[in-house]
Nanobody
Framework: QVQLVESGGGLVQAGGSLSLSCVAS???????MGWFRQAPGKEREIVAR????????YYADSVKGRFTISMDNAKNTVYLQMNSLEPEDTAIYYC???????????????WGQGTQVSVSS
């Protein structure tokens, strides 16, 4: 069973940056990797998605221009660079593996345990 392990969360002031990483313990049969986030009392929402070869990306409108997703398939690792962070970005961030057209949590079949990102004002 392949596992996804996230790292890189933490506390940062508004305007700051954080970088998240997610390592897959093996080659995945899915074609895309995504980052989702879930704030207290809210549904899990997609942040960004990247195809396994890194050639195609998708971003939620709320993070366009601030976040960058990238894939290093030689290392089975997906990254999320988050710049110009806002308090509204505070959430648990999850890495997931799923279909290349997926934008909903139901489109992703394998999940990491999550990492907390907190942005103070």
């Amino acid at each position: 069973q392949v596992q996804l392990v996230e790292s890189g969360g933490g506390l940062v002031q508004a305007g700051g940056s954080l970088s998240l990483s997610c390592v897959a313990s093996g080659r995945l049969s899915t074609s895309a990797m995504g980052w989702f986030r879930q704030a207290p009392g809210k549904e899990r929402e997609i942040v960004a998605r990247v195809s396994w070869n890194g050639g195609s990306t998708y971003y939620a409108d709320s993070v366009k221009g601030r976040f960058t997703i990238s894939m290093d398939n030689a290392k089975n690792t997906v990254y999320l660079q988050m710049n110009s962070l806002e308090p509204e970005d505070t959430a648990i961030y999850y890495c997931a593996a799923g279909v290349p057209w997926g934008t909903k949590a139901r489109d992703f079949v394998l999940w990491g345990q999550g990492t907390q990102v907190s942005v103070s004002s």
